[in-house]
């Protein structure tokens, strides 16, 4: 079992339908380990003599941040995914090669992954913020909360209403490939080959000094820096490999709803079980027409099979997202004592979804009925993303609200099959 083996996947025009880029991902983490879905509205920094917090460290602020919607372990300040009001989407996966991992606390990937995302307002202005704070602060420390101790490099797949890009790294050296068309994904593997749009100015030299590369025949990112032997990737059974299969399966045809498909599969091993397990997911429609809002679409709770994917627009004065939003702890108190005991971060959504899920587990009829209102549910706020999309009708009067009232439709769902 591949412990933290994300997966995130995009797809452009002409893989998709109606000239929209697609985005998606499913977050892998420990099984009882907690993800939230939580906002944060754009604020203007006056006093910049102020350090940032993150997970581990602090940092320089900058002027203004951008509103983001982030899915995040709840434990830490970064995000394994999100996006924001700019539609620019994240999502990171931990990658390792032969470039040690720093045992030293730092930014961790997912640190990178909000600050990224409030510091941009296109994907390559994502991909510059996380370079250059790369460079300044370096990536490390443990990715879990608890005993266990794990840390790891990251790549990153980096999308707006145009392009995305694939940015690989190993310490603090990296490469990235600009993505125009088709279909992309990145595993828990260095993927970028000979192709490589933008590296870090030391990158070649470095393997060159490590004996990684002769320096005479086409560098190749992945051959260097990575363990995996390069010719073998796309024959392998791993995830990289399933996750490219099925988006080449639908190319041409690819929607939002052939995304949370992908991430609802489970004989590729994408939808994860067990030990480690898929605890949260979100697919983003990035429309290229800017007159369109780009719609993201959270589950906030494990397995998306057995999940609602509920949808977020960004308008201004957006409800609180208080049903996916965790009990707060003073998180640098928790990190900086190392704590072995887990605080109790279930919010409301998860806690119904867990209790449900119990009541359900040994009556395949309630789980039938239970599982196909969740689909109605998911359906109709299909039709009605879809409705916004074809119609360029927003009523930013219910949209503040959709994300919340969404959950409050879900939670219902399960509070009545406990209760029946």
């Given amino acids: 079992m591949e412990p933290f083996s994300c997966d995130t996947f995009v797809a452009l025009s002409p893989a998709t339908v109606d000239n929209r880029i697609i985005f998606g991902k499913n977050s892998d983490r420990l099984c009882d380990e907690v993800q939230e879905v939580v906002y944060f509205p754009a604020a203007v920094h006056?006093?910049?003599?102020?350090?940032?917090?993150?997970?581990?460290?602090?940092?320089?602020?900058?002027?203004?941040?951008?509103?983001?919607?982030?899915?995040?372990?709840?434990?830490?300040?970064?995000?394994?995914?999100?996006?924001?009001?700019?539609?620019?989407?994240?999502?990171?996966?931990?990658?390792?090669?032969?470039?040690?991992?720093?045992?030293?606390?730092?930014?961790?990937?997912?640190?990178?992954?909000?600050?990224?995302?409030?510091?941009?307002?296109?994907?390559?202005?994502?991909?510059?913020v996380i370079v250059d704070l790369l460079e300044k602060y370096g990536q490390g420390g443990n990715c879990t909360e608890g005993g266990m101790v794990f840390s790891y490099h990251n790549s990153f797949l980096i999308a707006d209403r145009n392009e995305a890009w694939i940015l690989e790294t190993a310490g603090k050296y990296w490469a990235?490939?600009?993505?125009?068309?088709?279909?992309?994904?990145?595993?828990?593997?260095?993927?970028?080959?000979?192709?490589?749009?933008?590296?870090?100015?030391?990158?070649?030299?470095?393997?060159?000094?490590?004996?990684?590369?002769?320096?005479?025949?086409?560098?190749?990112?992945?051959?260097?820096?990575s363990y995996l032997d390069t010719a073998k990737m796309m024959t392998s059974s791993g995830r990289y490999c399933e996750g490219y299969k099925l988006l080449k399966k639908h190319k041409g045809n690819i929607t939002f709803e052939t995304m949370m498909e992908i991430l609802r599969d489970k004989p590729s091993?994408?939808?994860?079980?067990?030990?480690?397990?898929?605890?949260?997911?979100?697919?983003?429609?990035?429309?290229?027409?800017?007159?369109?809002?780009?719609?993201?679409?959270?589950?906030?709770?494990?397995?998306?099979?057995?999940?609602?994917?509920?949808?977020?627009?960004?308008?201004?004065h957006i409800s609180q997202l208080l049903d996916t939003s965790s009990p707060t702890f003073e998180l640098e108190d928790l990190v900086k004592k190392k704590s072995h005991v887990k605080p109790d971060r279930r919010h409301p959504l998860y806690q119904k979804h867990q209790q449900a899920l119990e009541v359900?587990?040994?009556?395949?009829?309630?789980?039938?009925?239970?599982?196909?209102?969740?689909?109605?549910?998911?359906?109709?706020?299909?039709?009605?993303?879809?409705?916004?999309?074809?119609?360029?009708?927003?009523?930013?009067?219910?949209?503040?609200?959709?994300?919340?009232?969404?959950?409050?439709?879900?939670?219902?769902?399960?509070?009545?099959?406990?209760?029946?």
Wanted: proline share 4%; charged share 30%.
């Fill in 269 to 316: 091993g994408i939808n994860m079980e067990g030990e480690f397990l898929t605890t949260a997911s979100m697919v983003s429609i990035l429309p290229q027409d800017s007159s369109l809002p780009c719609i993201h679409f959270f589950t906030g709770t494990p397995d998306p099979e057995r999940s609602v994917f509920k949808p977020f627009i960004f308008v201004p």
């Fill in 176 to 225: 990235a490939e600009k993505v125009q068309e088709g279909v992309r994904n990145i595993s828990n593997q260095l993927s970028i080959t000979t192709k490589i749009d933008r590296e870090h100015p030391d990158m070649r030299n470095y393997a060159k000094r490590k004996g990684w590369w002769d320096g005479k025949k086409e560098f190749d990112f992945a051959a260097a820096y």
């Fill in 46 to 128: 006056n006093n910049l003599g102020e350090h940032l917090k993150c997970t581990y460290i602090e940092i320089d602020q900058v002027p203004e941040t951008y509103a983001v919607v982030l899915s995040r372990p709840a434990w830490l300040w970064g995000a394994e995914m999100g996006a924001n009001e700019h539609g620019v989407c994240i999502g990171n996966e931990a990658v390792w090669g032969r470039e040690e991992v720093c045992d030293e606390e730092a930014l961790l990937g997912m640190d990178l992954v909000r600050l990224g995302l409030e510091r941009a307002d296109t994907a390559e202005k994502a991909l510059n």
């Fill in 360 to 420: 359900v587990h040994n009556n395949e009829e309630k789980a039938k009925i239970m599982l196909d209102n969740m689909r109605k549910l998911e359906k109709e706020l299909f039709r009605e993303m879809e409705s916004i999309l074809q119609n360029k009708h927003l009523d930013v009067e219910k949209i503040v609200n959709l994300f919340p009232q969404c959950t409050k439709d879900e939670i219902q769902i399960y509070q009545s099959n406990v209760s029946s």
